[in-house]
């Protein structure tokens, strides 16, 4: 990934621009990145503070539980009145990755996305960890132009449920004033 890591950092800079766009500025951010360890390198940011430039730091090996016990711990951390969602990436394959699905299962069917990017993928692997919670999805990305949709497809993923909930709004709104438009008229 190092030789396509401005690209990477360019396609999570869309991903936050999006979900600005759409109104998400409550969004709390945590970013993990890993390699054969994992640090944390922003943990519960107001989105409109989290980091625009992430630091490169790779190494031989991947190892995916280190990068999972910390994603769980900072999504129980985070507040009850947001909804913790998953976004877990890997150019990679690793000899942990059951260890690391068991521990995303404990998170009771969080939102997951599992991102195999570029040919060093394991997709079996990536199956493997999405299929821990019932709200797991595998996406793949050959190169950064695929990466980016697959990052747009998840920022904007939530709009379908805001659009149907305003539908239901809409009517029950419509069914309120035609009963009290018939009760007006007939009454």
Known sequence: M???WAGVVSVYNKFMQSRRQRQRDSDLVSVVQFDGGARVTCQLQNIVNAPAELGYSGGCSTCFLPAALLACD???KTPSSHTPVIIFMSDGCAGDSIAAANTFAALNNVELHVIGFGGGTDTSQLQQIARASANGKVHTASDIGSLSKVFVQIATGGDDVAKVLEAEIGKRISEAVT???S???LG
Do not use: C, S
């Open 2 to 4: 190092q030789y396509e």
């Open 74 to 76: 900072l999504t129980q």
């Open 179 to 181: 009963n009290r438009l």
């Open 183 to 185: 009760a007006e008229y």
